[in-house]
């Protein structure tokens, strides 16, 4: 199947600094790409969307100027998280959409933990 | 899109079938049924999809009642990488554009040695 891959696979930052993930599809091109968060035993919640040469879109309560969502080419999209904060300790999973299939498959990177002292 | 349920937790001896209930009775007519897995601090893994007949690949099979109701995630010959959290997820298919995924709680499945 086609691969996803996220770097860091895990990144410990101080308060106040700013964080970049990678996202990446290795085998496939992806016009779209996905950004979730998940806490400790929770499921994943859907952050924004992201198109490649446009805007993101982000969902309800997400904030864009804190989360900031770059997709400049059909194979890498990164997510800055700014100024971060304790609370923003999370584990954050990115998929991509494989523009040629048909139907509605995601493939899944395998994370980022992020954690803020 | 229409809301599942899920048992929260079950358990399956190793080499047995595991079979995973999910319950969608608000489903819709365009709507399929979409089965990811999340093994432990990794990211989710497609299974199989299917709209109103019965699927079957690699991985597993998909039993969907003829109301559409209902359906059930079949691992024929469950082993221990097999423990993890696996949604079920209704969805209208999108095949121009793509929406993301709205996840809800799983069934934690534990397959005992």
């Known amino acids: 199947g086609a691969v996803v891959s996220q770097h860091p696979s895990w990144v410990i930052c101080k308060s106040g600094t700013s964080v970049k993930i990678e996202c990446r599809s290795l085998?496939?091109?992806?016009?779209?790409m996905f950004w979730y968060r998940q806490f400790p035993k929770q499921s994943l919640m859907l952050m924004a969307t992201?198109?490649?040469?446009?805007?993101?879109?982000?969902e309800q309560g997400v904030e864009k100027d804190k989360f900031l969502i770059n997709h400049a080419s059909l194979t890498l999209s990164t997510l800055t998280v700014t100024s971060a904060h304790p609370e923003d300790s999370s584990f954050y999973i990115c998929?991509?959409?494989?523009?040629?299939?048909?139907?509605?498959?995601?493939?899944f990177g395998p994370g980022t933990r992020l954690t803020v002292l | 899109d229409a809301k599942t349920t899920q048992p929260p937790s079950m358990d399956c001896a190793e080499g047995r079938a595991a079979n995973l209930p999910c319950n969608h009775s608000?489903?819709?007519?365009?709507?399929?049924v979409y089965w990811y897995r999340q093994i432990h601090s990794q990211g989710p893994q497609y299974i199989i999809h299917?709209?109103?007949n019965n699927e079957t690949n690699e991985m597993a099979s998909l039993i969907i009642t003829e109301d559409r109701k209902s359906s059930t995630l079949i691992l024929p010959h469950a082993t221990l990488r097999d423990t993890a959290v696996y949604y079920c997820?209704?969805?209208?298919?999108?095949?121009?554009?793509?929406?993301?995924?709205?996840f809800g709680k799983g069934t934690h499945l534990i397959i005992q040695p």
């Open positions: 998929s991509a959409r494989d523009s040629k299939v048909s139907w509605n498959e995601q493939f």
């Open positions: 085998d496939f091109q992806a016009t779209t």
């Open positions: 992201s198109n490649e040469g446009s805007k993101a879109t982000y």
């Open positions: 608000t489903i819709s007519g365009n709507e399929y």
């Open positions: 299917g709209l109103k």
């Open positions: 997820i209704v969805r209208v298919y999108s095949g121009g554009g793509a929406d993301g995924l709205t």
